[in-house]
Nanobody, 123 residues
Framework: QVQLVESGGGLVQPGDSPKLSCVGS????????LGWFRQAPGKEREAVAC????????SYPDSSKGRFTVSRDNRKSTLYLQMNNLRPEDTAVYYC????????????????WGQGTQVAVSS
């Protein structure tokens, strides 16, 4: 049974720097590209970052560059997202996914999804 389980979300203050984790099981974690996406209320799901399965090359949309960092630990089957200097507009449900990491990150390239973890940025 394939599972991706996110953690690390919650209520944070503007300027905080939380780190999300996503643990995968039931599939060959090390052979998949991994991505982070987010969806805010009333908005479409958007890409945050992804990391390739070989070499660990990363890709970020312009909206994430400079504040978000994606990484992975294949020994622990865990994906991470370090988020820095969060803003209220970063409030969303954050999802991890397994599939194919391309320079143009699109949900269509991902076949396995987690349930998401809520991140709320508010003072």
């Amino acid at each position: 049974q394939v599972q991706l389980v996110e953690s690390g979300g919650g209520l944070v203050q503007p300027g905080d720097s939380p780190k999300l984790s996503c643990v995968g099981s039931g599939f060959a974690f090390e052979w998949f590209g991994l991505g982070w996406f987010r969806q805010a209320p009333g908005k479409e799901r958007e890409a945050v970052a992804c990391i390739a399965e070989v070499g660990g090359a990363t890709s970020y949309p312009d909206s994430s560059k400079g504040r978000f960092t994606v990484s992975r630990d294949n020994r622990k089957s865990t994906l991470y997202l370090q988020m820095n200097n969060l803003r209220p507009e970063d409030t969303a449900v954050y999802y991890c996914a397994a599939g194919r990491c391309l320079q143009n990150i699109t949900p269509d390239e991902y076949e396995y999804w987690g349930q998401g973890t809520q991140v709320a940025v508010s003072s």
